[in-house]
């Protein structure tokens, strides 16, 4: 949907104007140029200020809490529930809390919003969000993003990192996905299954749906209300944290298998599933492991466990999953979601938790930073006006993304040379080279022309059938339709993993729980 002037929302247009007034005042931006990030310019100067920490500033403060307001022990969901309250009350400016739906047994699923615009999107700036305890025994993560919450309100008058990513950045923390499971939990049980799955025996992180095979478990509410979570909010980057390792393992999770025996014996088989976006994903998993205290060492949890160079991994080079959330944020919606394994015991006791919070301080914020990377920009109209769900992929890496109401995008790429190819109803494509650069995101707006009208063919006639891109007898040339996502070519070999195979299925299932119970 385009905005238009006679839309009620006449404030919020202005703010969208006046941001595109300032991106348009060099006209290579509005002519898809990529912004010289050597030119000079007070504007590209204030823009770059704005989104990018500046050189030499200071390493986020240690973390000192507030025993009054949250001590290192475990909170039940009522507990869990207070503190949100208390805290969105004590800091208005700074958060906003929310429901996305309820667990089987009637438990709110809270996200808190922690920015310094927290009530509504601000326009130009990612969206970001960490998801913790989807796994009910694992709840370690649960803590640690409680107390990132309170760091981030604490700090943020004081300190000069945190200030600049909640002046730059929403984000968004749902503490726990399954509160259910973790009511059954018990403190100090480091292996198992028990409060793992939610209240009607489903793993939640087997329950979303695969790119690589069908997926036939039962939807559950949890999962449900995730999904349509992520529909609504074109989030950038995401961290899903676990327990049961100590690693930060990345898309894909799922492997193509050839056969129903195959998938037996290659699902603990090392074979990485790479991604287009492999080398983003890799730098974003070393960016949490080597500012984690310990992750980046690589050394295993247990003797019969295995250890990880520089504490990353690819999902499926570790165990393959069926239905995991990491590939349905990432094929799906294009957000580069990692898995964090956080803790070597899934529910270590609580005396242990200061501990956990010195390790992964630093990787919780500096993780969150670099959402900030790559490209970012808007997709308008000749008239200046943004362009709802254009899709947009880079060439070469064949899962795209769309822009937001606003028009907005935006992508994490390492440095190098990239084309964009950018596509939405009723205008005509466009291709649009740009290039990344290590110290702070390319800004890059591109203008789409409408589908134009070619003279001199066609009478006029209406009605008739016009082959995809051809030209209809009117003379109006008919775009190739825009697909909602690009997702990857599927391999050949993929359909015969398509759907459950009889007692095969059911033997890699049950090895694959034994697994995951065991490892995380």
């Not at 898309?251 to 290659?266: E, I, K, M, R, W």
């Not at 570790?318 to 590939?327: A, K, V």
């Not at 919606?333 to 006791?349: A, N, Q, V």
């Not at 203008?447 to 003379?475: C, F, N, W, Y």
Request: with cysteine; glycine share 10%.
């Amino acid at each position: 949907m385009i905005l238009r002037k006679s839309n009620a929302g006449q404030q919020l247009q202005l703010q969208l104007f006046a941001l595109i007034l300032m991106h348009a005042a060099c006209h290579n931006l509005i002519s898809a140029k990529t912004v010289n990030p050597n030119s000079g310019g007070d504007l590209q100067q204030q823009q770059q200020q704005q989104q990018q920490p500046l050189q030499g500033l200071p390493e986020p403060r240690a973390y000192m809490p507030d025993s009054q307001n949250l001590d290192f022990v475990y909170h039940d969901h009522e507990e869990l529930t207070r503190f949100l309250r208390a805290t969105s009350a004590r800091y208005p400016n700074l958060t906003a809390l929310y429901s996305i739906g309820k667990s089987i047994q009637g438990r709110d699923l809270w996200v808190m919003v922690v920015s310094s615009s927290p009530y509504e999107h601000m326009i130009g700036k990612p969206d970001v969000k960490y998801v913790g305890n989807i796994h009910g025994n694992e709840p370690v993560g649960r803590e640690m993003l409680l107390h990132l919450i309170q760091y981030f309100v604490t700090s943020y008058s004081s300190d000069q990192y945190v200030k600049w990513l909640l002046d730059n950045t929403r984000i968004h923390i749902l503490p726990t996905m399954n509160p259910d499971g973790y009511a059954v939990s018990k403190e100090g049980t480091c292996d198992g299954g028990q409060g793992r799955y939610n209240a009607r025996g489903f793993d939640l992180n087997r329950n979303f749906p695969d790119y690589f095979k069908q997926n036939n478990k039962r939807g559950q509410p949890e999962t449900d209300a995730v999904k349509d979570w992520i529909s609504k909010i074109q989030f950038v980057l995401s961290g899903s944290l676990h327990g049961g390792a100590l690693v930060a393992s990345y898309p894909y999770d799922n492997t193509p298998n050839s056969s129903p025996l195959g998938a037996v014996f290659q699902t603990y088989s090392a074979a990485p599933s790479l991604t287009p976006d492999d080398d983003v994903l890799k730098h974003l998993s070393l960016v949490y492991a080597r500012n984690h205290a310990k992750m980046s060492r690589g050394v295993a949890c247990k003797s019969a466990t295995p250890a990880f160079e520089n504490g990353i991994t690819n999902g499926a080079a570790w165990y393959p999953l069926t239905g995991g959330m990491q590939d349905y944020n990432y094929v799906w919606y294009g957000c580069m979601e990692i898995t964090l394994e956080i803790s070597c015991c899934k529910f270590p006791p609580a005396y242990e938790l200061k501990k956990y919070w010195e390790d992964n301080q630093l990787s919780l914020i500096k993780f969150l930073a670099e959402a900030h990377r790559g490209v970012q920009g808007f997709v308008f109209d000749p008239a200046g006006m943004p362009i709802e769900r254009a899709s947009i992929k880079i060439k070469g890496r064949d899962v795209g993304f769309q822009t937001t109401k606003y028009g907005e995008f935006w992508r994490i790429l390492l440095p190098g040379y990239y084309k964009a190819e950018v596509f939405a109803e009723s205008f005509a494509p466009r291709e649009v080279e740009f290039v990344i650069v290590e110290q702070h995101p390319t800004l890059l707006n591109v203008t789409l022309q409408p589908s134009k009208r070619i003279e001199g063919i066609g009478g006029g006639g209406g009605g008739a059938m016009v082959p995809l891109g051809g030209v209809s007898p009117g003379g109006m040339y008919r775009p190739i339709p825009v697909p909602q996502h690009y997702r990857p070519q599927m391999p050949p070999y993929a359909a015969a993993a398509s759907s459950d195979n009889g007692i095969f299925s059911t033997i890699s299932n049950g090895l694959n729980s034994l697994y995951s119970n065991i490892f995380g």
